[in-house]
C-alpha cells in the first residue's frame, strides 16, 4: 500500500469487470456495502446487475467502491430524446474512513469512463453535495420511470436526487429543467 499526498493509506485502485472479480474481494466489497449501506447486499447486486466496478483495495479489504452500469435515459416530455448513459450505483466508502478521499478517488475514475465512453453519466443520490464538486450537476425537472409498456410513471420521490455529468457527447442545450425518465426495473428503479 502506498501513501498519497495527504499521508493516509491510498491502498491500490481497481477496475474490474463483474464477472472477473475473484471470490474473495467479492466478499470485501459485500461487506463494505453492508457496513455502509446497514442492510444485506446479496439483493441489491442481483438488482442492479453486472457493469464496472471501480474500487480502492487496501490490505483484506475494500475502502471505497462505485459501480457503472449502463442504462437508458428518456429526456423530454415525450422520451424524445433517448440516451444510453453511465449510471452510477453503489458508491460507499468504509464508515470508519470518511471524509480520507476514498470515496472521491474511486468517483474522479468514475467521471473519467463517463467521459470516455458515454454520452451522459448519471445517479440518484441524497449527498448531491458531494457529487456536485466532482463536476455533477442536479436535475430540476419531474422524475419519472419508463415502463416496459411505454407508459411514464410519475416518481416525484427522486425530484432534486437524480444528478447527470456532462461530456463531449452530451447534446447541446440538454434542458436540466424538463422531464427525465428511466427504465423500470423492480424495487429502485432509480
Known amino acids: 500500500m502506498t501513501l498519497d499526498g495527504h499521508g493516509t493509506s491510498a491502498g491500490r485502485l481497481r477496475i474490474v469487470q463483474t464477472e472477473e472479480i475473484e471470490p474473495d474481494t467479492f466478499v470485501w466489497l459485500t461487506s463494505l456495502c453492508e457496513a455502509a449501506f446497514e442492510e444485506p447486499f446479496a439483493p441489491v447486486w442481483e438488482r442492479v446487475g453486472p457493469g464496472i466496478h471501480v474500487f480502492v483495495e487496501g490490505v483484506g479489504r475494500a475502502l471505497a467502491h462505485a459501480m457503472l452500469i449502463d442504462r437508458r435515459l428518456y429526456i423530454g416530455h415525450e422520451g424524445d430524446l433517448a440516451l444510453d448513459v453511465g449510471y452510477v450505483e453503489v458508491v460507499a466508502t468504509q464508515p470508519d474512513l470518511h471524509g480520507q478521499g ?40 419531474p422524475t419519472h420511470v419508463h415502463m416496459a409498456d411505454g407508459q411514464r410513471i410519475r416518481s416525484a420521490d427522486q425530484d432534486g436526487s437524480v444528478m447527470v455529468l456532462r461530456t463531449p457527447r452530451t447534446p447541446a442545450g440538454l434542458d436540466l429543467s424538463g422531464p427525465i425518465a428511466v427504465d423500470w426495473r423492480s424495487e429502485e428503479p432509480w
Request: net charge positive; hydrophobic share 40%.
Open 102 to 141: 476514498h470515496g472521491t478517488r474511486v468517483m474522479r475514475e468514475i467521471n473519467r469512463i463517463i467521459g470516455d465512453e458515454y454520452v451522459l453519466g448519471a445517479l440518484a443520490t441524497g449527498s448531491n453535495g458531494f457529487y456536485a464538486r466532482l463536476g455533477w450537476e442536479t436535475w430540476r425537472g
